[in-house]
């Protein structure tokens, strides 16, 4: 082993001194058995501290002979590798099987990246998710061997299904050899990224630090090439902890720059060509706008088509309030369009298709015998069997297996060349039509919002309202799904920038919400900008750690929690149920509601550190409140309050 000759007392100093008193100490007492029986220890005292982890491990080694002192163990490696890579967060709980990174993180690399702390490790996984979909970049979690896989495992599925990068670093002890105690047996593992190899975009276990580092970048590389998901890493601990070998030169691989796969200049044409020629085109967009420039794109390809477009609402694709956005009457515009342009659609067949039927599904196409469809998705260059995120299969007339957004401007230039004045004027008279129908469709809209204005429960509508009028002219973004309220953010704010809404979780997993709109503001943070998030009850529940990670690191994020005290989802299908069943509703709250007692999400987020108001059943009451928490949040904060509300 190469032995440095400079000192670092400050990072091990204090374990290389314990380590050679205790040596010291072990060869007086066994130098000779009379020696060994005079000096033999006196028995513990009651109630006597027990002997610290360093005293512990210096027990464990005393006798060795040189003291286990390692001035460059491979651990340092991964950190300057994770480096390199401008990783700006650790998120994770921490676990002894990747100890060896943890420390080198936080004294050798000066905590950077940053360790954001969690109590759980879906939590850290899930924030690596809401991450990823602001800044639009891979952060980095830990997890515990066998317990913490299996822990992470829900929001590592949520984040594939949503198509977020993430770098999944899992610690193991693959020798058992040197596994210390049961519990690393039962905490190790024979293939680490076994279980959730399915919903990983690629794994591997390094068995070298040149392994390690190549296997890590090309990790980064994957999870950020279209279509992004995350990506496992296992961590040998004894790779971690052990020396550089003495030929190991600790090379860093070079990144590459990312090129997505874009539609190629033949096909661009040829799709061009079809979107003019359509009388009733739509654009359907699913996850098209990556980035900020996809929906300067997007509405720049509309905008020259003067063509409707249907957001589905999984990102922030297109502005709400453009006249071209059709979202408000997404089935009439299907029904009548002759050409359907997908971009990275989300089920592309349940978006054209009603699938009803009061016993079994019961499939009807709502679009014209004739219209054609093309699809535009990354999503046909990687496909696994056997989680099936991949829909039912539909029909289409073109199927182009390229990024959406990447393919974008390839389709601008097309329609540019293609598209003649007399056409231009056509197409202006399609848009000024189309712009006056959204126009009744918002106003219809707002009417139904003032249904109920005064009620308590609070509607959801007035609830998502009194937020928006008291943060519209902040440089807000919504990081929580609007699915759970009936959609009203979408339907009534004015989103027109990329991180105005983020989308909901991919798996539709119960827990996504609280710890991933707590990562989204962490991202938002540095950008001075106001996160708030309209959170459901039931979802908190599942992950109300993620709170006190919020105020530990100063994540300043306002939450209003749409508390209708129960699984409302799932009253819904048990209505449903006893109808088709022919039996009474009064039943169905028993295993689904939330009461008896009614939980005070205010109090527990005091408990946690965040500071809170509620329950709020008036609705007078609500917009001073939202009012007092945007300024805790524009200090620097989280704010919780709790509104008890109607059901959606």
């Not at 896989?149 to 999944?168: G, K, L, R």
């Not at 009457?329 to 592309?348: K, N, Y």
């Not at 519209?472 to 989103?495: A, C, G, I």
């Given at each position: 082993?190469?032995?440095?000759?400079?000192?670092?007392?400050?990072?091990?100093?204090?374990?290389?001194?314990?380590?050679?008193?205790?040596?010291?100490?072990?060869?007086?007492?066994?130098?000779?058995?009379?020696?060994?029986?005079?000096?033999?220890?006196?028995?513990?005292?009651?109630?006597?501290?027990?002997?610290?982890?360093?005293?512990?491990?210096?027990?464990?080694?005393?006798?060795?002979?040189?003291?286990?002192?390692?001035?460059?163990?491979?651990?340092?490696?991964?950190?300057?590798?994770?480096?390199?890579?401008?990783?700006?967060?650790?998120?994770?709980?921490?676990?002894?099987?990747?100890?060896?990174?943890?420390?080198?993180?936080?004294?050798?690399?000066?905590?950077?990246?940053?360790?954001?702390?969690?109590?759980?490790?879906?939590?850290?996984?899930?924030?690596?998710?809401?991450?990823?979909?602001?800044?639009?970049?891979?952060?980095?979690?830990?997890?515990?061997?066998?317990?913490?896989?299996?822990?992470?495992?829900?929001?590592?599925?949520?984040?594939?299904?949503?198509?977020?990068?993430?770098?999944?670093?899992?610690?193991?002890?693959?020798?058992?050899?040197?596994?210390?105690?049961?519990?690393?047996?039962?905490?190790?593992?024979?293939?680490?990224?076994?279980?959730?190899?399915?919903?990983?975009?690629?794994?591997?276990?390094?068995?070298?630090?040149?392994?390690?580092?190549?296997?890590?970048?090309?990790?980064?590389?994957?999870?950020?090439?279209?279509?992004?998901?995350?990506?496992?890493?296992?961590?040998?601990?004894?790779?971690?902890?052990?020396?550089?070998?003495?030929?190991?030169?600790?090379?860093?691989?070079?990144?590459?720059?990312?090129?997505?796969?874009?539609?190629?200049?033949?096909?661009?044409?040829?799709?061009?060509?079809?979107?003019?020629?359509?009388?009733?085109?739509?654009?359907?967009?699913?996850?098209?706008?990556?980035?900020?420039?996809?929906?300067?794109?997007?509405?720049?390809?509309?905008?020259?088509?003067?063509?409707?477009?249907?957001?589905?609402?999984?990102?922030?694709?297109?502005?709400?309030?453009?006249?071209?956005?059709?979202?408000?009457?997404?089935?009439?515009?299907?029904?009548?369009?002759?050409?359907?342009?997908?971009?990275?659609?989300?089920?592309?067949?349940?978006?054209?298709?009603?699938?009803?039927?009061?016993?079994?599904?019961?499939?009807?196409?709502?679009?014209?015998?004739?219209?054609?469809?093309?699809?535009?998705?990354?999503?046909?260059?990687?496909?696994?069997?056997?989680?099936?995120?991949?829909?039912?299969?539909?029909?289409?007339?073109?199927?182009?297996?390229?990024?959406?957004?990447?393919?974008?401007?390839?389709?601008?230039?097309?329609?540019?060349?293609?598209?003649?004045?007399?056409?231009?004027?056509?197409?202006?008279?399609?848009g000024k039509k189309l712009g006056e129908a959204q126009k009744q469709a918002l106003e219809q809209t707002r009417v139904a919002a003032s249904q109920?204005?005064?009620?308590?429960?609070?509607?959801?509508?007035?609830?998502?309202?009194?937020?928006?009028?008291?943060?519209?002219?902040?440089?807000?973004?919504?990081?929580?799904?609007?699915?759970?309220?009936?959609?009203?953010?979408?339907?009534?704010?004015?989103?027109?920038?990329?991180?105005?809404?983020?989308?909901?979780?991919?798996?539709?997993?119960?827990?996504?919400?609280?710890?991933?709109?707590?990562?989204?503001?962490?991202?938002?943070?540095?950008?001075?900008?106001?996160?708030?998030?309209?959170?459901?009850?039931?979802?908190?529940?599942?992950?109300?750690?993620?709170?006190?990670?919020?105020?530990?690191?100063?994540?300043?994020?306002?939450?209003?929690?749409?508390?209708?005290?129960?699984?409302?989802?799932?009253?819904?299908?048990?209505?449903?149920?006893?109808?088709?069943?022919?039996?009474?509703?009064?039943?169905?709250?028993?295993?689904?509601?939330?009461?008896?007692?009614?939980?005070?999400?205010?109090?527990?987020?005091?408990?946690?550190?965040?500071?809170?108001?509620?329950?709020?059943?008036?609705?007078?009451?609500?917009?001073?409140?939202?009012?007092?928490?945007?300024?805790?949040?524009?200090?620097?904060?989280?704010?919780?309050?709790?509104?008890?509300?109607?059901?959606?």
């Open positions: 082993m190469a032995k440095s000759t400079k000192t670092s007392f400050a990072r091990r100093g204090f374990l290389k001194g314990a380590a050679v008193g205790a040596a010291a100490g072990a060869t007086a007492l066994v130098s000779t058995p009379q020696q060994a029986n005079a000096q033999a220890p006196a028995a513990p005292t009651r109630g006597a501290a027990p002997p610290s982890a360093a005293q512990v491990e210096a027990e464990r080694n005393a006798g060795s002979g040189a003291p286990p002192f390692i001035e460059r163990p491979g651990a340092d490696y991964m950190i300057d590798v994770i480096k390199s890579l401008g990783v700006e967060y650790f998120i994770a709980n921490p676990g002894s099987s990747f100890r060896g990174i943890h420390e080198s993180l936080v004294s050798y690399g000066g905590n950077k990246p940053e360790f954001i702390t969690c109590n759980h490790e879906e939590i850290a996984a899930a924030m690596c998710n809401g991450y990823a979909k602001i800044e639009g970049k891979p952060a980095v979690t830990a997890v515990h061997g066998t317990v913490g896989t299996q822990h992470a495992a829900m929001a590592i599925y949520n984040s594939y299904c949503d198509q977020a990068p993430m770098i999944v670093l899992a610690g193991n002890r693959r020798d058992s050899s040197e596994r210390r105690s049961y519990v690393e047996w039962v905490h190790s593992v024979q293939d680490a990224a076994a279980m959730v190899r399915d919903y990983t975009k690629w794994d591997d276990n390094p068995g070298s630090l040149e392994h390690w580092g190549e296997s890590m970048v090309r990790g980064y590389h994957l999870a950020t090439m279209a279509p992004q998901m995350p990506v496992m890493l296992v961590c040998d601990e004894d790779l971690q902890e052990d020396p550089y070998p003495d030929n190991f030169k600790g090379h860093i691989p070079k990144l590459p720059v990312n090129v997505q796969p874009a539609i190629d200049a033949g096909t661009a044409n040829e799709v061009a060509k079809m979107l003019l020629a359509a009388e009733n085109p739509v654009i359907l967009t699913g996850k098209a706008a990556r980035t900020p420039k996809g929906v300067q794109l997007l509405v720049e390809l509309a905008e020259l088509l003067q063509c409707a477009v249907v957001d589905q609402k999984r990102r922030m694709n297109f502005p709400n309030r453009h006249p071209l956005n059709q979202t408000l009457r997404q089935r009439p515009v299907l029904q009548q369009a002759d050409l359907i342009v997908g971009l990275e659609v989300w089920d592309f067949y349940g978006s054209i298709h009603t699938l009803g039927g009061r016993f079994k599904t019961e499939a009807r196409s709502i679009t014209k015998a004739d219209a054609k469809l093309i699809s535009i998705s990354a999503n046909d260059l990687f496909f696994k069997s056997n989680y099936q995120t991949f829909f039912r299969n539909t029909e289409v007339d073109m199927s182009v297996a390229a990024d959406g957004e990447a393919s974008l401007p390839a389709l601008i230039e097309a329609v540019k060349r293609q598209l003649t004045d007399d056409r231009k004027r056509t197409l202006a008279e399609r109920g204005w005064d009620s308590s429960p609070i509607s959801t509508a007035r609830m998502s309202m009194e937020l928006y009028g008291a943060v519209k002219n902040e440089d807000w973004s919504l990081v929580s799904d609007s699915f759970w309220v009936s959609n009203w953010p979408q339907r009534l704010w004015d989103m027109n920038k990329h991180y105005h809404y983020i989308g909901g979780a991919g798996g539709e997993g119960v827990g996504y919400l609280a710890p991933a709109t707590v990562g989204a503001a962490l991202a938002n943070k540095k950008y001075g900008r106001l996160s708030v998030s309209i959170q459901p009850d039931g979802d908190l529940m599942y992950q109300p750690g993620a709170l006190w990670t919020a105020a530990h690191h100063r994540i300043p994020i306002l939450i209003l929690v749409h508390n209708n005290r129960a699984y409302h989802q799932e009253i819904m299908q048990l209505q449903r149920m006893a109808g088709q069943h022919n039996r009474g509703f009064e039943q169905c709250g028993i295993g689904t509601t939330i009461t008896d007692p009614n939980i005070d999400y205010a109090k527990v987020a005091q408990g946690l550190g965040v500071e809170a108001f509620g329950p709020v059943t008036n609705p007078a009451e609500l917009g001073p409140a939202i009012k007092r928490g945007v300024e805790v949040v524009k200090s620097g904060r989280p704010y919780l309050i709790d509104v008890v509300t109607q059901g959606r």
